[in-house]
Nanobody, 116 residues
Framework: QVRLVESGGGLVQPGGSLRLSCAAS????????MAWYRRAPGKGRELVAQVTIGALTTYADSVKGRFTISRDHANNILYLQMNSLNSEDTAVYYC??????????WGLGTQVTVSS
């Protein structure tokens, strides 16, 4: 059984920064893709950023130049560095991972609130 546990969320002022972490535990699994999604109040789930096992990264247009996704392969930890945060970044952020056998795993989410 694989668990994904997010951490690092919280309340931050506009223009501030946060770093989210997602730690995978349980069975040793090599993930072909790891990603961050978010769901803002009243909106659908949105892909924020993803990184493949080959280090190819993809970002939503709304976060390009502000967010950076990175991955510690050895320890199966995923990060999301978020800079220049604004109110539209307020959401629950979810970690997602897809194994090489195409099983989809999700974390429970961490709340990010951007407010003065």
């Amino acid at each position: 059984q694989v668990r994904l546990v997010e951490s690092g969320g919280g309340l931050v002022q506009p223009g501030g920064s946060l770093r989210l972490s997602c730690a995978a535990s349980g069975s040793i699994v090599r993930f072909q893709v790891m990603a961050w999604y978010r769901r803002a109040p009243g909106k659908g789930r949105e892909l924020v950023a993803q990184v493949t096992i080959g280090a190819l990264t993809t970002y939503a247009d709304s976060v390009k130049g502000r967010f950076t996704i990175s991955r510690d392969h050895a320890n199966n930890i995923l990060y999301l560095q978020m800079n220049s945060l604004n109110s539209e970044d307020t959401a629950v952020y979810y970690c997602n991972a897809i194994s090489q056998s195409f099983i989809n795993y999700w974390g429970l989410g961490t709340q990010v609130t951007v407010s003065s």
